[in-house]
């Protein structure tokens, strides 16, 4: 094979592999594109969403804390799911926020709390297991 058609060969290879990987990272974030929005807790946007009648989990956490880790890596699985894509998750960390913790009635860090709009529709508190959290997140919906 003369060297020129060889190295027309390894460039159209390449492209061919750019392209599908372009493709495959465009695939890749397209659920991230649907994911529930996740933020720090602020009244303002809290209220906001509440007004809004959005789908709401608020995430009472410490960064010290081994079963807020477990329930991070339990909801970064199911937060991605299309049917979450409008809840708005609040992470409220418990150090540092306390009046927050008062405010919503919470007792201890790793409490998971779920609202449709203003109303509060469930709650769970230092549970790790997939399930219930699931089926926590899916009374907002």
């Given at each position: 094979?003369?060297?020129?058609?060889?190295?027309?060969?390894?460039?159209?290879?390449?492209?061919?592999?750019?392209?599908?990987?372009?493709?495959?990272?465009?695939?890749?974030?397209?659920?991230?594109?649907?994911?529930?929005?996740?933020?720090?807790?602020?009244?303002?946007?809290?209220?906001?969403?509440?007004?809004?009648?959005?789908?709401?989990?608020?995430?009472?956490?410490?960064?010290w804390c081994p079963i807020c880790k477990a329930q991070k890596r339990v909801l970064g699985q199911l937060l991605p799911a299309p049917e979450h894509a409008n809840l708005a998750v609040f992470e409220v960390d418990f150090d540092s926020q306390k009046e927050v913790v008062r405010a919503l009635g919470a007792r201890m860090q790793s409490t998971l709390i779920t609202f449709k709009g203003a109303t509060e529709v469930g709650r769970l508190v230092g549970v790790t297991k997939a399930d219930a959290i699931k089926q926590l997140l899916n009374k907002t919906i």
């Open positions: 094979m003369p060297a020129d058609t060889f190295r027309s060969q390894e460039m159209l290879d390449r492209r061919t592999f750019l392209i599908g990987l372009t493709a495959i990272s465009g695939l890749a974030s397209a659920p991230a594109a649907l994911a529930a929005s996740r933020m720090a807790y602020t009244r303002q946007a809290f209220e906001e969403a509440q007004k809004a009648g959005k789908p709401i989990l608020v995430e009472i956490t410490a960064s």
